[in-house]
């Protein structure tokens, strides 16, 4: 019998951020190991064209949640969709709504975050920090509830080399920052953030360090951890390998990549390439929540959700393995065919600046606009390679982050519970994890059809031929005209003719 199913079991437990990835995950595993809770309250913002229920029918509805429609045939009577607003004051959530969160609330997930890099101050600190800071104070109101259960991230102190299970402090109070967005105006705001957020490379890092601060000072006397995941990646085990649905991070890449727009990133191959399944975080997270509802610690634990100092891949690794997929699953609607070089300091995918990137991409929207369709690959192109710089930052460096706390509570788990809530990163094989990353990718991101993939090799080789082929042409022009010009050319060309006659 799972100790930490049995938990939940009866319990009415508050999700915020659940139409994201991680909420989406966390949903899911509810109610698959624990269909007898009471109530998932989740806050949804209202939608244009979208009643709530649309909006919480269209996940349940989704594959995701294929294995929890048999498990629990009911799920759509265990989870009330909220209208809330998390940019507003109370989350302008009405009295009704509230008074039924603040009496029956158990359990808190703040799952909640805004996680672009580029954006800005104001927005990011109203999303990860001020919200936070409301969502404690309405659980400071809640006579029920047993545990608060903060998501963070691992990068929150990227500052910082080594990186231990406690929370740093930041040189401004987030309190001070708090009230200074009300009256400070976007352009003292843009001119102020770069001396604010010091060594931290963008506001999201720079905010979720905040909000750690404000969940310290603000937990009075709730019982509160905070779990920092690491690069969430597509699942691992469950419910099946390799569900993903967003462009976010190595998403992103591996599409941009499969469809050969991406050529070219700096990286360094033997930086740790700390990903991190989201499957296992959510598991990570249900055993938390559990731990710190009964075992009640008297202090904020962290746990680091991370896999580089248990079982490190880097990025040199990881390349090789995403492209060999490629070889064996490639994307059907490929424009170029992916190709890597690995030297000892960068990983490039051959084009070298960001103009060779964008010159393709500009031709392609010229045969668009003469076919009488929208150009858009320039505009795709710029975001790819906004994305791209952005993550140059984390995909050069390497961190060390202590995880004893986490090892802590993977002892104090049941043989059953660690099999059921498995976050042992341990038993990771990265070989087969990137094979279904890339799969998953192609089948719930992409929406493409597995019975193509011998149609999409054949592009492939066609693509293949063609480069080889252009690459053959250029190289004979070239070394015409160097023939026509050079009289060095000439005497070599002389020579290996002599040689070979």
Partial sequence: MSMIAAFYGGKSILITGATGFLGKVLIEKLCRTSPDLKV???LVRPKAGHTLQQRVSQIINSKLFEKVREVCPNVHEKIRAISADLNQNDFAISKEDMQELLSCTNIIFHCAATVRFDDHLRHAVQLNVTATQQLLFMASQMPKLEAFIHISTAFSNCNLKHIDEVIYPCSVEPKKIIDSMEWWDDAIVDEIAPKLMGDWPNTYTYTKALGEMVVQQESGNLNIAIIRPSIVGA?????FPGWVDNLNGPNGM??????????????????????IPVDTVINLTLAVGWYTAVHRPKSTLIYHCTSGNLNPCNWGKMGCQVLSTFE?????KAFR????????????????NAVSHRAPAMIYDIYLWLTGRKPRMTKLMNRLLRTISMLEYFINRSWEWS???????MSELSPEDQRIFNFDVRQLNWLEYIENYVLGVKKYLLKEDMAGIPEAKQHLR?????YYLFNTVFFLIAWRLLIARSQIARNVWFFIRCIFA
Avoid at 235 to 239: A, D, G, I, L, N
Avoid at 328 to 332: A, G, H, V, Y
Wanted: glycine letters at 4%; proline letters at 6%; charged letters at 20%.
């Fill in 235 to 239: 699942t691992w085990q469950e419910p």
């Fill in 462 to 466: 066609r693509l293949q031929n063609i």
């Fill in 40 to 42: 998932i309250y989740i």
């Fill in 337 to 352: 065919r992916p190709h890597a070089d690995f030297t000892a300091n960068t990983i490039t995918v051959h084009y070298r």
């Fill in 328 to 332: 064996k699953i490639p994307f059907e």
């Fill in 254 to 275: 591996i599409v941009a990549a499969g469809r050969g727009f991406l050529r070219a990133i700096r990286a360094s191959p033997l930086a740790v390439a700390d990903l």
């Fill in 403 to 409: 995880t004893y706390n986490t090892e802590m509570l």
